[in-house]
């Protein structure tokens, strides 16, 4: 493919600058992560000097309310990104933040750990509110905080709730979830976690394998510092208004709003059959599509779920909750480069293969992903139509593989030359492709709306 002049559709650069507001770097240090970095070294230098000012109180209490209207602000924003009127909207809204994440992700090459590491904690918010949603439908949650809030609309089942009913919901328990998100690894950017992580001399690669005793160290002290940060940390934002009865709700609200967050997190260590299980597998999830080790390999992704369901079978997580999630996610993962056969008028598969980018949630039969395809007749194309790949035609699977390898090794030159942008470096390594990276392809403008109306 040749590579046009990269730039970006509203939307792509939305994704970029919520990424860069939640776990962003920059001399302003105004990102969530950057605000509480200096929370923590903030803590740290207190710590270490005489008792705080009750001026150095006053201004600590100002900079609590301001990170908190600031992580308000970010979960306000992932909610207007991916909810929608009803219940297919949102979820493609939701696949569309979730694609576009995958697909201005770097998947080969030195960035990749430092991007995913950027990438889990949005990622992984929007799994949890999309969980979430199945399991009430499925009539298959039970936790208090979530049960007050569903109560009080007493005559209305979870899938029919008005806008006032949704924004009700939205407010008190898929923004709290969201928040929970967000911080469950806050604390590992703590002082004494980053030791863990960069060593003493701060020279060391933090995406290494720790030790048993390091990992051991590093979990209690996250968990630690995560909580400090979420009750210290985060103040509760101010009530705007002139109704004593409303500040009364709303300090109800807020207070109630802080112990689901806290409770979540809580249980999300050992989740067992609980609501902990609403962060806990994503987590396990998207630690495995976004990978920070250095074994990360793009082509294996479809295999998340064996890790997933292995926690679970350990104990380590909900089979329920993880089969819930497969339902919405499939096998393949949003913004994935599916290779695949297209059969003709007759059913019968031709002599070449075409590329595809998984688009949609909740695919009918999970091994069989959604689509936008990216090719058509080996051209690239920014206006394809969207298809079911079949387990039957998807080169991932190995009775395809072994289907594609019974070409001629001319045939698969020709069609990689048409298909490779470095065809010349790639050739010995993708002779007999699995997936293909569409990141590069997506860096196109008119490649980036694989999910507006599909042109036939």
Known sequence: MTKNASYQTHFTRQVQVLQAKIYGRSKLKDSMLERAIGYFESQEFTANTE???????????????????HLLSICQEIIELTEGEDFEETNRKSAQLLGTIQLISPTEGKKVAANNEQCKSLYKAILSVRLLDRLLLDNNVSDKNIARIINEFPETAYADFDSAARKRFTEQVKI??????LLQDIGNYHPQAQAILLGE????????????EQRKKLLQLNYKHTLNYLIEGLGVTSYVGNSKEERDQFVIDEQAKKQFIQHLLKSSVKPQQGVGNLLKVPQIYTSIIFSTKESYNYKVLPKVYQVVNKNAELGACSQKVVDALYQITGMFP????VIYMPEDELGQQGGCYEYAIVNRLYPPVPEQPLCRIATRKLTFIGYGHNIEVKKTNNLYFPHMAKKVASLSKERLNEILELLASNFQERQELDLLPRCWHANEYFSVRENQKLWNRENN
Do not use: F, H
């Open 51 to 69: 008792k705080k000012s009750d001026a150095s109180a006053t201004l600590e209490g100002l900079e609590q309310t301001e990170r908190s209207s």
């Open 176 to 181: 709290p979830l969201l928040m929970a998100s």
């Open 201 to 212: 001399d701060k020279q060391q690669n933090p995406y290494r394998n720790l030790d048993v």
């Open 334 to 337: 949003q913004g994935y480069g």
